[in-house]
């Protein structure tokens, strides 16, 4: 563990609930910072009891203590004057204010950043929205599977006769918690170099949209020629055979990159496949390669490509993963408690000084730090 984090001393209050904006928290608490997490008296954050499987943690959600680990926790009614002059104070004192309400709602509450700059002019105010703060959408539940929804992104997976196929997770709340942490962190700069605050946003169709960076840029320059997705073995909506998932004897295997008459003479199909237009006859590719991939396991065809330079992997669940070993070689596995409470978690995905950050502290009982309402930070 580093001597000196490098947000270490960094006050930051968090108004954020679910998984966009605390997710950008647990990535400054990661790094250093002092995250507060200001819940509603008696319930808390929702993704308390937000559950993904029926196992839970101290009685809460597996959700709630991935995302809210290392932070702690105030319990405030935000309808309340009495609570609401309580938190001024911890307004006041922080380094940077997060929150994930839909438009409007922390004006009406008195801690919109207009009213929070005037108590304290050099805060750095981090917003995600839905679909941001004007427009025709901007009344709409700013929820990840409905903005992966509107953002056209769930026509680039699956193959060409499937419908519309959602990622299996929240990619649009992670990216935004991403994107907010990246534009804090510029804030921050700013502030320590020409000491002003500052208010940065983000929403979930942003990320959305830079998510499809290529593709977009792509079609806005392609005459905007619809992506034809593969007929079988999908893997990406654009790019040529060989790229796909295949069946093998025993599993599937993942093939990116290599020269397509090389990989027909690997697999015995020179006569199928040699000469053809990776493009234009991507599907009839894909076809003979999936019939002939079946053939053998998995292991054997990764000998023949690996010594080929063809680029592919053996498409691994979570058991395989662990049991490879990658994740324990790169320490991004740890244990964290409360009490009785103990759990294995994910680490930062980043190192400072050659070493991983890390702590133990689980996520917080709800008002576990009522006593900052009293004395400030």
């Not at 839905?130 to 056209?152: F, I, K, M, N, T």
């Not at 006769?161 to 299996?168: L, N, S, T």
Request: aromatic residues 8%; charged residues 25%; negative net charge.
């Amino acid at each position: 563990m580093t001597e000196l984090l490098p947000l270490e001393g960094l006050k930051v209050l968090d108004f954020s609930q679910f998984l966009a904006g605390p997710y950008c928290a647990l990535k400054l608490a990661d790094l250093g910072a002092d995250v507060v997490k200001v819940e509603r008296t008696g319930l808390g954050d929702l993704s308390r009891y937000l559950y993904l499987t029926d196992t839970k943690i101290g009685g809460e959600s597996t959700i709630f203590h991935a995302i809210n680990r290392n932070k702690r926790s105030v319990a405030v009614d935000l309808k309340s004057d009495e609570d609401k002059a309580r938190l001024q104070q911890l307004v006041a004192e922080a380094d940077v204010i997060l929150q994930n309400f839909r438009p409007g709602v922390m004006e009406r509450l008195g801690f919109g950043y207009e009213a929070v700059k005037k108590i304290n002019p050099t805060v750095v105010y981090g917003t995600v929205t839905g679909y941001g703060a004007e427009g025709p959408w901007v009344d709409l539940p700013g929820q990840d599977l409905l903005a992966q929804a509107r953002s056209g992104v769930m026509w680039l997976s699956g193959g060409q006769d499937d419908g519309p196929v959602a990622m299996g997770l929240p990619v649009a709340d992670v990216l935004a918690g991403s994107a907010l942490a990246h534009g804090v962190l510029a804030l921050l700069y700013r502030r320590a170099t020409k000491e002003i605050g500052g208010y940065v946003e983000t929403s979930l169709i942003e990320v959305l949209a830079d998510l499809q960076f290529e593709l977009l840029t792509t079609w806005f320059n392609d005459g905007h020629r619809t992506p034809k997705r593969s007929k079988n073995n999908p893997a990406h909506a654009y790019l040529a055979a060989p790229y796909g998932v295949y069946e093998t004897a025993d599993g599937y295997i993942a093939i990116a990159m290599g020269k397509l008459d090389l990989l027909a003479e690997i697999t015995d199909l020179v006569s199928d496949i040699a000469g053809l237009d990776a493009f234009k006859q991507r599907d009839k590719i894909k076809a003979a390669l999936a019939t002939q991939l079946k053939t053998l396991p998995s292991a054997n065809w990764m000998e023949k490509f690996v010594a080929n330079d063809i680029w592919a992997a053996p498409v691994m669940d979570w058991d395989g993963v662990i049991d490879s070993g990658i994740l324990q070689t790169l320490d991004m596995v740890q244990d964290i408690r409360r009490g009785d409470v103990e759990m294995k978690t994910t680490k930062l995905p980043l190192r400072i000084d050659g070493i991983r950050p890390a702590s133990s502290r689980a996520a917080p009982e709800l008002g576990d730090a009522n006593e900052l309402l009293e004395t400030g930070w």
